[in-house]
């Protein structure tokens, strides 16, 4: 019996001794008051907001620099596309131009031909009537 109240005591002394230890802990590690708590909430989320601003104000800018250049390339394009528009218009003003000047030469020396074949033709019909 002895030996079993030596064993109840030893218990309730490891009991009460773990239990001092742990309210220590508790109050060493216990979580901040409601105003405290609202302080801390109230920071971290201006920090997370500045943070989000920043990351909003970075994309924001981002995105105006990738349509800047977007725009340059396309302002780059329309003008070499007009370029070159331009310089097809041009050469095929100069191929059109050129193939009136043939057929403009063309007519002329039909018309040449033509003529002279109506005098060949009134000339052998003067011979005739003379012969």
Do not use: C, H, W
Request: proline share 1%.
């Amino acid at each position: 019996m002895e030996q079993n109240n030596g064993v109840v005591k030893g218990l309730v002394v490891g009991f009460l001794a773990g239990s001092a230890i742990g309210a220590v802990l508790a109050l060493l590690y216990a979580p901040k008051t409601g105003k405290e708590l609202r302080a801390d909430l109230r920071q971290k989320t201006d920090n997370l907001l500045e943070d989000a601003e920043g990351y909003a104000q970075d994309a924001r800018r981002r995105a105006e620099d990738l349509l800047s250049d977007a725009k340059r390339r396309s302002d780059r394009l329309i003008t070499d596309a007009q370029k070159r528009a331009t310089n097809l218009i041009e050469d095929a003003d100069k191929l059109l131009t050129g193939a009136r000047e043939k057929a403009s030469n063309v007519v002329e020396e039909g018309t040449k031909i033509a003529n002279a074949a109506k005098a060949g033709v009134d000339a052998f019909s003067k011979e005739r009537k003379r012969s």
